[in-house]
């Protein structure tokens, strides 16, 4: 076996059997510990507050943990429907567990995320101290993983996502004991085959991470390997991929909703056109110098102002090729590593959100591993080149600056961005749930809804005390509504705001001003003769406001499948002159929107359109909401 460098050998010859220097011990125990505590530092206030989908999560894993059923009423399911979402099932039912120890609360929620990221970092050092039989080796790399700013933001959030380091490590280290015992059984197969279900399941993106990676297996390819292969592929298959289909099969669409509405792909474009877009958008997000010097400009996943990878990783990582290209060898299990490093970017380059941090996070990890042979290249060369002593200590010092860096922009950033993880939400909570009074959701508020019954949960607050207003309902008079988007469909008055949540209290139902000869306002919804259509179309109701934002929801399904394509808005009088081209918009399956209605359109009864434009600009269905617009007093 050859290898590019031969890491086995060349570590043994550093450090073999000899017994480490005291002093050396202690400076490795110390860094570790400090690894350990800088992961370990919860601040509820940085990030601040905490997000919908960090709450939905929690309150899911407290109600499968005491009642093992989740929000909707579901008993055990593979996937958790969260805001017209399927989350992956690995962190809720994981936090499920820790709930029942010690009850729920969202630092404990972000505790378990901290501890899945260091677990992950740990096991990157185990696996490199393995691969290389070095002790040294393995300490640093639980240094440059523990230490990555991108890591360590992902575990400041219960994002699902947290865990995905963690599973990678689990592959790698499967896969490395094959390797190095030169045992290519199916029972070691098994166990990879496992590692992969587990990054399938843990976030959507590893739906499409883990065929990816068993196909990387393929660089081991042999054909007295033949049952290794076997196992790892058929255990993945029973036990990841069956259950999947399965549950595709019995949920159309479900596992697809989230791609569909990230993806750029549309059904009116040319594979090629799909492939090339899909390569722009590679090239893009691989693009180290952006990582090196910022981040994920969205602030819920990284803090503006520093960096999210170490740029002596990424010259580890090019040093490593570089050591491979000059030798004209490569080690066959670093050739697979690689290859998991290009096809890790995949699955976002397939969706619309460019350098999404979440989707990408497999690339800070397998950029430490990649880079693993030219660290034991460069500290074999230290112990008798001072150049690469020299090397050594500026990368030494390069990793020192970017760290302190980032903690210092972590620390004086961090803790502002109160917004959009909307810390004032429990403040509101408090003052909505004072005097114990009940809080009264609108039916369309989803988030509203998640917050008040998880706030419910923390408090130890009866469930009952959060009402969700069935449609078309009105709650008592003077009773208090929270909620977000959506306006009361019926008079309220507001009287507390944090972010864009509110608190109103209800006052009766809305006494419209409409004329009696208005003519019948309907909805119609027309579809082309075998379109295999089926469309929704949901609105803030048919009497609105001049001058009002009036909002509307619209799904729509072909054959079972979320419909792809383009829809025209327009709006006509009844004589069918129009007063309002809105515009052309992409649609994937279905569209949450606003619309503003003129001051000049009072006192009409106006027809807002949806035209459904399917291959060729060819119209192949037509929403039409008639509505009357009030006239102001």
């Not at 994981?94 to 120890?101: P, Y």
């Not at 399941?201 to 068993?214: D, E, I, Q, S």
């Not at 196992?231 to 399965?246: E, K, L, N, Q, S």
């Not at 792909?265 to 110098?289: C, E, K, Q």
Request: glycine share 8%.
């Amino acid at each position: 076996m050859t290898g590019v460098p031969r890491i086995a050998d060349v570590s043994r010859g550093i450090f073999g059997t000899a017994r480490l220097a005291t002093p050396t011990t202690l400076a490795a125990f110390g860094a570790l510990l400090g690894v350990c505590a800088f992961n370990l530092w919860i601040n509820p206030s940085s990030p601040p507050g905490f997000l919908p989908d960090e709450a939905s999560m929690s309150y899911n894993a407290y109600l499968l943990g005491h009642h093992l059923r989740d929000e909707n009423g579901g008993l055990l399911p593979l996937y958790l429907e969260s805001f017209g979402d399927y989350k992956s099932p690995l962190f809720t039912y994981a936090l499920a567990v820790v709930f029942r120890v010690t009850g729920p609360h969202a630092e404990v929620a972000r505790g378990l995320a901290a501890v899945a990221v260091l677990t992950g970092a740990l096991l990157l050092g185990l696996f490199a101290r393995r691969w290389t039989r070095s002790n040294l080796i393995g300490v640093v790399v639980v240094v440059l993983a523990g230490l990555t700013p991108w890591l360590f933001e992902v575990g400041r959030a219960a994002y699902e996502v947290s865990l995905e380091p963690l599973l990678i490590c689990l592959f790698l280290l499967a896969v490395l004991a094959t390797w190095q015992r030169d045992a290519w059984t199916a029972r070691r197969g098994a166990a990879v085959g496992l590692a992969l279900t587990g990054i399938a399941f843990v976030y959507a993106a590893g739906r499409l991470l883990a065929p990816l990676f068993a196909l990387a297996l393929l660089v081991f390819a042999a054909r007295s390997r033949w049952r290794w292969f076997a196992g790892a592929w058929g255990m993945f298959a029973a036990t990841g991929v069956v259950p999947i289909a399965v549950y595709w099969l019995r949920h159309p669409g479900a596992l697809t909703e989230r791609y569909n509405q990230t993806s750029f792909i549309t059904s009116s474009m040319a594979p090629w056109t799909i492939a090339g877009h899909a390569i722009r958008n590679y090239v893009h997000d691989v693009n180290l110098w952006h990582w090196i010097v910022s981040g994920d400009p969205k602030p819920y996943v990284h803090t503006y102002g520093s960096g999210s990878i170490f740029a002596a990783v990424v010259m580890l990582a090019l040093g490593s090729v570089a050591l491979a290209v000059i030798r004209r060898r490569a080690d066959r299990f670093w050739l697979f590593t690689v290859v998991l490093l290009v096809v890790s970017p995949i699955p976002a380059a397939l969706t619309k959100d460019r350098s999404y941090g979440l989707r990408l996070v497999p690339l800070p990890v397998l950029l430490i591993v990649v880079g693993v042979p030219a660290l034991v290249w460069l500290l074999a060369r230290a112990r008798r080149d001072w150049l690469a002593r020299l090397a050594g200590a500026a990368l030494v010092g390069l990793v020192a600056f970017q760290f302190v860096h980032f903690v210092d922009n972590f620390r004086a950033r961090g803790w502002a961005r109160t917004v959009v993880f909307h810390a004032g939400v429990p403040a509101l909570l408090r003052e909505g749930f004072g005097a114990d009074r009940t809080i009264y959701v609108n039916q369309h508020e989803p988030h509203a809804l998640v917050y008040a019954r998880w706030y419910a949960v923390v408090h130890g607050l009866e469930a009952s005390r959060v009402y969700h207003i069935p449609f078309k309902s009105i709650p008592p008079d003077g009773s208090i509504v929270f909620g977000r988007f959506h306006p009361c469909p019926f008079r309220c008055g507001k009287f507390a705001y944090a972010d864009d949540y509110w608190l109103a209290r209800a006052e009766g139902p809305l006494r419209e001003d409409v004329p009696s000869t208005l003519p019948p306002l309907i909805l119609t919804v027309t579809t082309a003769k075998g379109a295999g259509l089926r469309v929704s179309f949901q609105a803030q109701g048919h009497i609105v406001d001049p001058g009002g934002a009036w909002a509307y929801y619209l799904r729509v399904w072909q054959h079972g499948k979320p419909w792809r394509g383009t829809i025209v808005i327009e709006v006509f009088d009844t004589k069918g002159k129009s007063l309002d081209r809105v515009g052309q918009f992409a649609f994937a399956g279905r569209s949450l929107r606003g619309y503003l209605w003129a001051t000049a359109d009072q006192d009409q009864v106006l027809d807002f359109t949806v035209s459904l434009l399917g291959k060729k600009n060819r119209a192949i269905g037509h929403v039409d909401y008639r509505v009357y617009v009030k006239r102001t007093q």
